[in-house]
């Protein structure tokens, strides 16, 4: 699995939010459609609750956050395959 972090704005310019994407894929590098991807906060954001969604046909994901700085950890898992983790992290935009 391979996970990313960004920080963008709407098309007017004027709701930012912070993106976390990836590709859920297994050996020999191929894309894992329909793979359960979870999203959790640093378990020092009590107000957060996970995210759930599932990769698409390319084996992709995204979850759209507030844009406040956070660390979080992205969970793949499918039925007959070994759940992985990846860590991401949102930086603040004005930092």
Do not use: W
């Not at 894992?32 to 084996?59: C, M, Q, W, Y």
């Not at 995204?62 to 860590?87: C, I, N, S, T």
């Amino acid at each position: 699995m391979c996970a990313t972090a960004a920080v963008g704005a709407d098309a007017k310019g004027s709701a930012k939010y912070a993106l976390i994407t990836g590709t859920v894929f297994y050996d020999p590098g191929l894309a894992l459609p329909g793979a359960e991807v979870v999203l959790n906060a640093d378990p020092a954001d009590k107000h957060f609750k996970p995210r759930r969604t599932i990769s698409d046909s390319r084996g992709e994901f995204a979850f759209r956050l507030r844009p406040v700085a956070g660390h979080y950890l992205v969970r793949a898992a499918e039925k007959g395959f070994v759940p992985q983790e990846k860590k991401a992290e949102v930086s603040d935009p004005h930092e």
